[in-house]
């Protein structure tokens, strides 16, 4: 937690839930990531927090934005960020968004199949487009997966067919998975980026651009390898891969802008057992699943927390949110322990929060309003 978020927390004490962000934490994030990787041009992956005090702050720093919606780069456009420096990186787009975003003046796209390079071709004429392959996700806490990108053999096809229909074949991205602990994944991801580029150069088509993601991982409970060993792995791979013909190079940062920079802060609502012999002792908070903490699912993101009786004697718990729906249940398996002197009424805060928390908030399920926020 940064000096300014626990002052905030002190002087304030704000209503929970919510989330405090120390936005100049973002900004030194931000200058730390181009200080481990100086040839890459970022572009902030906007779902992982796009408030506008943040957005705002990385247009002055210079930064590039990774939009998956129209609406994400509506954000973008309102914080002042020119439509040339927004990517609109979703291989998933409604026609409708492509044509607004077209007409805004983004000429980035992404895609990883033909019927959406065919939308493109008709409601982004001429744009620049990336093709998004699969990639290993092991190491990664949030992985993935399936679910975007193509196999390297159908890249090479696409980007053919993109030429044909009149849109500039740029170059080709991948993601890691987020929450990203190995930096060989990297590694990998680039050498089958390589052959992609040397199987189009053949074909007499020259990208000249790599998208290497994002994935760059936050502190929870475990160690994770710094920024700067993340970066001295990728530039190795370029090197070794790409020789002194190195192509632009583009990463597009989520948590890792964000995450260590917010704090949740939360109220126990409840401390109960199942029965008294039981030692587990169930803590219910005023935040859970459905209050943001979507992360949680399948116990994939294990969040640090603070207690007021830090260094008392602990016990095991399982945590769990406020809401009527067994699924709002958010470490069971994941070996958590907290003071036993832990009460109802007091305040927890849940550590590096400020990626992924804000916007996954539900409506209002069962009545609890949307995660409140600080920037500060
Ligand atoms: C979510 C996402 C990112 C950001 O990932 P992080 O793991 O938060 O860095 C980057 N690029 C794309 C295309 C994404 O979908």
Redesign the pocket.
Known sequence: MTPKVARFLRDVAPATPCLVLDIDRVEENYRRLIAAMPLARVFY?V??NPATPILERLVGLGSNF?A?SWEEIETCLAAGARPEAISF?NTVKKESAIRAAHAAGVRLF?FDSEAELLKLSRSAPGARVYCRILVGNDGAEWP?SRKFGCEAKMARTLMLRAAELGLDPYGISF?VG??QTKTSAYETAIGRVAMVFTDLKEAGINLRMVNL????PVRYRQEVPEIDDFGAAIMGAMVEHFGNALPEILI?????MVGDAGVVSAEVVLVSRKSEEDPVRWVYLDIGRFGGLAETEGEAIKYAFRTPHDGGAEGPVTIAGPTCDSTDTLYEKSNYRLPLALDCGDRVELLATG?YVTTYASQAFNGFRPLAEHYV
């Open positions: 992956a779902k992982a990774d998956a990186g992404a993935l993601h987020s929450q993601g994002g994935g760059y597009e940062p989520g948590r890792f990626a």
